[in-house]
């Protein structure tokens, strides 16, 4: 009877064994068949000022994408979207502002924005070469101002001369790209530059002082945005959303390993290491940067851009933001980014 009982104890706990490896075959095979059906597949990825996302998912061990992924850079969020409208990309980060005016020449029909990715407005600054008698936004009546067209310097430029009782027509602004700014604010050609990023790190390291940050007018939302064609194409549309969870998940390991990504930022972007991690480290106690669905609130504060423009005449009417943006991908970014 021992025996007979030893033997049902045994042949239960084999059962047990082979149901489970089914069990974990079939999940395999079951993730062996999505990525299958991405290959072949390929996404064009834009990225601004340097290979950012590129660079992030390879130092996160997360560029094994059962996919190919094509990388370009851009010196702005409107050159991204001019790239997607032409074809040439079908994903990349934009401000909220370049959506705006892409909109307005394509009604929408390019692309949309299908997420958004919180981040820090830290390096969205209002500077002056050093000995400037400029400092503060007041004395910029009948300056010279670069700024970039478009871009967040547009709008926090605005929103910077009417806090100080000035107007867009109290300046001379001067339309230039961020490399082009920098160096006309070096050489001395303007008195002022609103700018971003690495034209600003640069400025800084040329001397230049700020006279007012952004860090409080920007909202911080980074619009995730695809081409249209991208959207609909089935297995685009699952092979960017798999590239943004990686994406999301690259930010938690730089959260992890902040002097790690702290070199690869200073290599990249030619600061010191020292000062790539304070700019990690404040921007992340500011706002933790983390891709999140679309929302009524980030759709509102899109809209208040919107109205801030057509108040002070840079664009002719009202735009309602729902029209170009996409809730395809709601669903599925709420499931994976939960991960």
């Known amino acids: 009877m021992k025996n007979r009982v030893n033997i049902l104890i045994a042949l239960g706990l084999l059962a047990i064994l082979i149901l489970s490896g089914c069990s974990s075959q079939g999940s395999n095979a079951s993730e062996s068949k999505e990525d299958s059906e991405l290959d072949g597949v390929t996404i064009k990825v834009a990225q601004t000022g340097w290979g ?36 040439h990309v079908d994903f990349g980060a934009t401000s909220e502002i370049p959506p ?76 230039l790209t961020t490399s082009d700014g920098l160096a006309a604010l070096v050489g001395g050609k303007v008195d002022a530059l609103a700018s971003y990023g690495n034209a600003i ?8 002082v700020t006279v007012a940050s952004a860090k409080d007018i920007l909202s911080g939302n980074f619009q995730l945005n695809a081409s249209t064609a991208a959207i609909e194409d089935p297995k685009k549309h699952k092979a960017i959303v798999d590239y943004i969870s990686r994406l999301n998940k690259a930010y938690e390991w730089q959260r992890q390993h902040k002097e790690e990504w702290a070199k690869i930022v200073a290599a990249n972007t030619k600061q010191p290491v020292k000062q ?12 933790p940067t983390k891709i999140i669905p679309n929302s ?44």
Do not use: C, R
Request: proline share 2%.
């Open 276 to 287: 790539a991690l304070q700019t990690l480290e404040e921007g992340e106690a500011q706002k």
């Open 52 to 87: 950012s996302y590129e660079e992030a998912l390879k130092a996160a061990g997360l560029d094994d994408t059962p996919y190919k992924v094509e990388y370009s850079v851009f010196q702005g969020g409107n050159l991204i979207l001019e790239a997607m409208t032409a074809g």
């Open 100 to 175: 705006i005016f892409s909109a307005l020449s394509q009604k929408g029909e390019n692309s949309k924005v299908i997420a958004i990715q919180q981040s820090h407005t830290l390096q969205q600054e209002l500077v002056v070469p050093k000995g400037s008698k400029i400092k503060k936004v007041e004395d910029l009546k009948g300056k010279k101002v670069a700024y970039v067209n478009n871009t967040t310097s547009h709008y926090f430029l605005i929103k910077m001369l009417e806090d100080a009782g000035l107007s867009w027509e109290d300046i001379k602004p001067v339309q």
């Open 296 to 339: 009524e609130v980030t759709v509102d504060s899109q809209q208040d851009i919107i109205e801030t423009f057509k108040d002070v005449g840079i664009i002719e009417k009202s735009l309602d933001a729902k029209t170009f943006w996409s809730d395809k991908f709601d669903k599925e970014l709420t499931k994976v980014l939960k991960k």
């Open 201 to 208: 790190l640069s400025a800084h390291e040329n001397d230049a």
